[in-house]
């Protein structure tokens, strides 16, 4: 059992805690040739080829979201879209990828949507880049029989994790700040746009079936989010910084947190959405892209409907 417990398609890394084999399956999901969601990027660029490449955690690992936000854009020109989005992925781990292994494939816009898993922060206070997250390969005798998983279960999740911070100033605004700063010079330098969103969440909700469902959750995520009303105040605080950085350095800001219905067609827990939710998400994705400027701009023909 212990060795069935880690897919094949798993590679642990040092720097960002894991990747998926080109072509392997996760989750029901299969990957492209450079282990993300999507088409093949390996390849040189076809003519008048744009690559977009969104970033994020679990929210962004989704076939639905970059091929959506494809059929509302590829009439508009020939974009190629990948999601490279990984569950439990923070801001840091992001800034890592991009600079050390997506830069390679010539992006030419950056769509970041992120802003939950930055609340391990302030949870477990001691972290500073890469979070220790419980995300260990069962397969290496130095994880499951060392103190590894005992550090993590019994002491940081048992005994150090702070899931209530939904007060006063949070640690993880000045790291998110940071992570995304350097996504964006990052970028500059290649001359990649960048397209910033807030994130979208489903509390508080009038859908009771929707609230039951969050709350017999909370205890299974509480140490990595926090409790339910720290992580609205989390989400929060970190979509003010990034529509600060919108502000600051000009960008694009796609802007969901209150266009996504907080109900159950739209969201199937606390952040993931149904694909009735995602087609909102790529729709304003798709705005951004194809404008270049605020998505407040209207655009004519109209994108897709919702389904």
Same mark, same amino acid.
């Given at each position: ?32 040739d450079i282990g993300c969601i999507g088409p093949d990027w390996k390849g040189e660029k076809r003519d008048n080829e744009k690559r977009v490449l969104i970033l994020g955690g679990s929210t962004s690992y989704s076939v639905d979201l970059p091929r959506i936000t494809a059929e509302n854009v590829n009439n508009k020109g020939s974009y190629s879209i ?12 992001? /800034? ?63 005994? /150090? ?147």
């Amino acid at each position: 059992m212990i060795l069935l417990k880690t897919p094949d398609s798993i590679l642990f890394d040092d720097e960002i805690i894991f990747k998926i084999k080109p072509y392997g399956e996760y989750l029901g999901v299969v990957m492209n040739d450079i282990g993300c969601i999507g088409p093949d990027w390996k390849g040189e660029k076809r003519d008048n080829e744009k690559r977009v490449l969104i970033l994020g955690g679990s929210t962004s690992y989704s076939v639905d979201l970059p091929r959506i936000t494809a059929e509302n854009v590829n009439n508009k020109g020939s974009y190629s879209i990948v999601s490279c989005g990984k569950p439990r992925y923070t801001s840091y781990i992001n /800034r890592v990828n991009l600079e050390h292994n997506l830069m390679a494939y010539k992006p030419d816009i950056v769509v970041l949507y992120m802003g939950i898993n930055d609340a391990i922060y302030n949870n477990f206070t001691w972290v500073d880049d890469k979070p220790e997250v419980g995300f260990f390969n069962w397969k290496s005798y130095t994880s499951w029989l060392s103190y590894d998983v005992l550090k993590y279960y019994l002491i940081d999740k048992g005994i /150090r994790g702070n899931p209530e911070f939904a007060t006063g100033a949070l640690r993880s605004e000045e790291i998110f700040d940071q992570n995304v700063r350097a996504i964006i010079k990052t970028a500059d330098q290649f001359g990649v746009e960048v397209i910033l969103s807030d994130f979208a969440i489903a509390y508080p909700t009038t859908d009771k079936r929707l609230e039951n469902k969050m709350l017999r959750m909370e205890p299974q995520m509480k140490h990595f989010w926090g409790n339910i009303s720290s992580t609205r105040y989390a989400v929060e605080r970190h979509n003010a910084i990034i529509k600060k950085l919108a502000e600051e350095y000009g960008l694009s800001l796609v802007s969901v947190f209150d266009k996504v219905p907080k109900n159950s067609e739209y969201f199937v827990d606390i952040c993931h959405m149904t694909t009735k939710g995602k087609y909102v998400l790529a729709n304003e994705i798709a705005k951004a892209i194809i404008i270049g400027a605020p998505v407040s701009k209207p655009l004519n023909p109209p994108l897709t409907k919702y389904p």
